[in-house]
Every structure is written in C-alpha cells, then in structure tokens.
Nanobody
C-alpha cells in the first residue's frame, strides 16, 4: 500500500521559511517521479515543483528562486524548502508521486503565511 505522509506545514510570517517533508512508503522510491502541488481556497490545485529522478526539475514561476525541491533516496523522503514566503503562498500543500502510470497523493499539509 502506497503512503505519502506530509509534514512541516504551519503558520509563518511573511518573509519566513518552512521546510515540508513527504515520507513515502510502498513505492519504488528511486524510480518514482515526485512533485509538490498546492491548493488555495477557491482555486485549482497547481504544480509548485516537480522532481523527476534528478534529471530535470521544474518550478512554478511564482516560486522560482524561493522554493527548492530535493529528495533523499536513503530516507525515501522528498522535501520542499520554502524561503521568503508570501501571503499568496498560503495553501494546502500536497505531495504527489507517480510510477508505472499511477498517481498517488498525500493528505496535505496546511501552510499559512501572515502579512
């Protein structure tokens, strides 16, 4: 059974930092594609950063230069380091994993940035 468990969300002031973690189990971690998405109230879920086996990384324009996605294959964990946070970054952040044509989602972690 595939499980993705996010942690690290919380309340932070604008300009602050948070690091999100996504612990994965039940999935061939080394070959899976991982990404972070977010969904703000009343908006569609959007891609924040996508990491594909170390070959290429893409970021949403709105987070470029502020957020960094990384992965630790020894810990089966994917991270999202978020710096210089803005109120518009407030959303529920979801970890996504893709392998063998299937997509998996975590339960999400709330990030709230106060002005």
């Amino acid at each position: 059974q595939v499980q993705l468990v996010e942690s690290g969300g919380g309340l932070v002031q604008a300009g602050g930092s948070l690091r999100l973690s996504c612990a994965a189990s039940g999935i061939p971690f080394a070959i899976a594609r991982f990404g972070w998405y977010r969904q703000a109230p009343g908006k569609q879920r959007e891609l924040v950063a996508d990491f594909s086996r170390g070959v290429s990384i893409k970021y949403a324009d709105s987070v470029l230069g502020r957020f960094t996605i990384s992965r630790d294959n020894t810990r089966n964990t994917v991270y999202l380091q978020m710096n210089s946070l803005k109120p518009e970054d407030t959303a529920v952040y979801y970890c996504n994993a893709g392998v063998s044509g299937s997509d998996y989602w975590g339960q999400g972690t709330q990030v709230t940035v106060s002005s």
